[in-house]
């Protein structure tokens, strides 16, 4: 066990993967002579070669669309697009073929596709390169999507993305680059974090904060907070994947607390706050003594301007009220 970067922690396992299994290789924007915009890809065209470390041309539908192709005929490619909003020019490769084509062919052929890319706000780099999309893939059937928030889980989460042979959209957070972690290392044996298994990051008695991506360290301090200064005792789920969601980990939190607050940094209407409260209140009704609370990104483009970037995305004192809300309601 080692403390590492959240960014090294996925140089590790990209670079077990491709040590483990020869099929496995990347393509990207800039990922090997530049070792990739966040540096996630560094030193891995020196240890692996031009043939498995591929500097691409910028076309992302190009990029994802070759990654399809790829992944159909044996090997499996992990794509790099270098921000989440790029992934809009390869909706129709990631949509219309990487996540149906499993479907179409009545399950002959399998696409272990995995696509990486950054997302959320902080880094005053505007609204074409700061917003958080997992929203958009979360609707998609036959696509898994991850959202790990830790060093050890985003270690452990891409190297069962590439092992598996359905296409992952597996998405980091700008902001947790830099964070560090305890990380299994190799010596340590095989880190492997299943899809479809929540943390539970903070136990509590009072109120569920269930935090997506980044939002599950905020959730954390703000639990934090409301047992410091308000006296309430909050547990934090971080749900780690969204497709497969760990929806009874959920459920069984809000079933010992009898409420729950959402924190996500997307927009708010049509986004995961929004789905996870209406299956909370399907499947949680009788247990719930007070609505879902929801904390979201401002509906808003993400500002460039930094005191309106950091007032566009939630912090800990918009969770701390919305819970006290839920508190209130009861």
Known sequence: MAVVRYREALNQALREEMTRDERVFLMGEDIGVFNGAYKVTAGLLEEFGEARVRDTPISENTIVGMGVGAAMTGTRPVVELMTINFSLLAMD????????????FGGQVAVPLVVRMPQGAGHQLGPTHSHSFEALYLHVPGLLVAVPSTP???KGLLKSAIRDDNPVIFIEHEYLYGQRGDVPDADDGDHLVPFGRAAVRREGEDATIVGISRMA?????????????????????DPRTLRPLDLDTILASVRKTNRCVIVEEGWPH???GANLAALIQEQAFDWLDAPVGRVTGADVPMPYSKPLEQIAFPHEPQVVDAVLATLRDS
């Open 270 to 272: 049509g986004g995961v």
């Open 152 to 154: 050890a889980d985003a």
């Open 217 to 237: 360290l905020t959730a954390v301090r703000a639990a934090e907070a409301l047992a410091d200064q308000h006296d309430v005792s909050a547990e934090v789920i």
């Open 93 to 104: 490769q990631i949509v219309n073929h990487a996540a149906h084509i499993r479907y179409m």
